[in-house]
């Protein structure tokens, strides 16, 4: 049943109508989506691996800005200087950075799925990428 299921699922994301047009999809955006070649319950689930990485980074690097702001905040010699939060439970475990971490899934994904994958975010999570992108190329340039 599973099996079954799974290829129903790929397939309707591959359904194509008789001009090669995505079916439901404006002529303009079928043109953009031509490009991949055919979605995988692979290529979706490494999709979905890639937004849950970045959001659990995101929302890391986010609380420790808010953090950091807070404690400039603080006169300089106050004796009750704040806490640091907690780190999200997963990053601690691996005791690694948020950009590490987004580094690492995106290395488990195999290439032959990672374009895909990366065609299938939404543009938002395709932004947030693109600050970690900046981030490994600054890292690996020094």
Excluded at 27 to 50: D, F, P
Excluded at 51 to 69: P, Q
Excluded at 77 to 87: E, I, L
Excluded at 102 to 109: D, G, H, N, R
Aim: net charge negative; proline share 6%; glycine share 4%.
């Amino acid at each position: 049943m599973e099996r079954i299921y799974e290829s129903g699922v790929a397939e309707s994301f591959n359904q194509h109508d008789q001009l090669g047009a995505i079916q439901g999809a404006p002529s303009h955006e079928a043109q953009e989506a031509s490009a991949v070649s055919k979605q995988t319950t692979e290529t979706l689930m490494a999709g979905e691996k890639i937004v849950e990485a970045l959001d659990l980074a995101d929302k890391e690097r986010e609380t420790f800005a808010a953090y950091e702001a807070d404690m400039r905040g603080l006169p300089e010699g106050h004796a009750m200087r704040m806490q640091p939060p907690p780190r999200n439970p997963i990053l601690a475990a691996y005791n690694i950075e948020p950009e590490a971490y987004v580094l690492q899934i995106v290395e488990k994904i195999p290439s032959t799925a990672l374009q895909d994958a990366l065609l299938t975010l939404p543009f938002t999570k395709v932004t947030s990428l693109l600050v970690y992108l900046d981030y490994w190329a600054a890292k690996v340039s020094y």
